[in-house]
T-cell receptor, first 113, second 120 residues
């Protein structure tokens, strides 16, 4: 089954404790992206990747890092989480060149206390 | 910068009635894509329908259709014969057009969403 998976689905952590949210897709997609969703703001892009070893900032990259060492994986790293990073996070992927649908993961609800 | 506006924060609709969710967009580009996603209470984002800016016909997918009025820059979602399972948050989104300055980013710009509640 074609899918994007994220782990963990739920996470409660404390300020400053480094964490990683994993994202993996099994569709051989070149493009992957991270969004955060906050009430009243819709979804906003954090980082994106066009292919292995190619990443760039989205609209709200502060406080986040990403890596793309393999095509299928695109982890989101919070080196020192803060309460304002409490949010619902989505990973998405798609092919380039004609395919228009972006496949979203199930979401990761993060709470930073 | 591209912008999506959804003016209806919430809607209540009787079951089996048709419902229209409004979406207007702002872009100066000629080539772009418009999407609708459904987010049920479980949280996942479910793709519903897509309309390309050069598509001459309105997109349809089962009970979903997109009323695309390019001159008015609107892309309203129409759900026919609503069902209780249609109760969810609905997001309109636009894919940034591919350009030299934006090459490689397939970013979707989302509206703030409309919460649809279907009443039995």
């Amino acid at each position: 089954e074609a899918q994007v998976t994220q782990n963990p689905r739920y996470l409660i952590t404390v300020t400053g404790k480094k964490l990683t949210v994993t994202c993996s897709q099994n569709m051989n997609h070149e493009y992957m992206s991270w969004y955060r969703q906050d009430p009243g703001l819709g979804l906003r892009q954090i980082y994106y990747s066009m292919n292995v070893e190619v990443t760039d900032k989205g609209d709200v990259p502060e406080g986040y890092k990403v890596s793309r060492k393999e095509k299928r994986n695109f982890p989101l790293i919070l080196e020192s989480p803060s309460p304002n990073q409490t949010s619902l996070y989505f990973c998405a992927s798609s092919l380039y060149r004609g395919q228009y649908e972006q496949y979203f993961g199930p979401g990761t609800r993060l709470t930073v206390t | 910068a591209q912008k999506i506006t959804q003016t209806q924060p919430g809607m209540f609709v009787q079951e089996k009635e048709a419902v229209t969710l409004d979406c207007t967009y702002d872009t100066s580009d000629q080539s772009y894509g418009l999407f609708w996603y459904k987010q049920p209470s479980s949280g996942e984002m479910i793709f519903l329908i897509y309309q390309g800016s050069y598509d001459e016909q309105n997109a349809t997918e089962g009970r979903y259709s997109l009323n695309f009025q390019k001159a008015r820059k609107s892309a309203n979602l129409v759900i026919s014969a609503s069902q209780l399972g249609d109760s969810a948050m609905y997001f309109c989104a636009m894919r940034e057009p591919r350009s030299i300055s934006n090459f490689g980013n397939e970013k979707l710009t989302f509206g703030t969403g409309t919460r649809l509640t279907i009443i039995p």
